[in-house]
């Protein structure tokens, strides 16, 4: 199965709409796609996790916000197609009550041995 294919699978087994936020986060996020990954992010704010920045407002996110991301080395592959980086990197727990959850980017990155940035 490719990385689109898990990523359909995983939206229909949660109830979601992958066409709905590939389109949203296509237009205004960031969107990789290969046969072997996929990731889905976008700039937000920690104080305000639910509010789309606009393109100004962007430019004072301090959190990469990953919304899907699947695939062959996906972790490893995201620092090449972050356009900057922001002080943390945050996802929802869906296994903890779609926790959203924020950590420092350095020390992930740190974690994955990557030499980007």
């Known amino acids: 199965?490719?990385?689109?294919?898990?990523?359909?699978?995983?939206y229909a087994r949660v109830g979601g709409n992958f066409s709905e936020v590939l389109g949203q986060?296509?237009?205004n996020g960031y969107v990789h796609l290969t046969p072997d990954y996929i990731l889905i992010f976008r700039p937000l704010m920690r104080e305000e996790?639910?509010?789309?920045?606009?393109t100004v407002e962007a430019?004072?996110?301090d959190t990469w916000f990953i919304r899907f991301a699947a695939g062959?080395?996906?972790?490893?592959?995201?620092?090449?197609?972050?356009?900057?980086?922001?002080?943390?990197?945050g996802?929802?727990?869906r296994l903890r009550g779609?926790?959203?959850?924020?950590?420092?980017?350095?020390r992930i990155?740190?974690?994955?041995?990557?030499s980007t940035f």
């Open 1 to 10: 199965m490719n990385a689109c294919q898990i990523a359909i699978q995983h």
């Open 25 to 27: 986060y296509a237009a």
């Open 49 to 54: 996790p639910g509010r789309w920045l606009d």
């Open 59 to 61: 430019l004072r996110a």
């Open 72 to 89: 062959a080395s996906w972790l490893d592959r995201m620092w090449d197609h972050m356009p900057h980086p922001l002080p943390f990197i």
């Open 91 to 93: 996802w929802r727990r």
């Open 98 to 106: 779609d926790q959203l959850v924020f950590h420092d980017l350095k």
């Open 109 to 114: 990155k740190g974690l994955t041995q990557c």
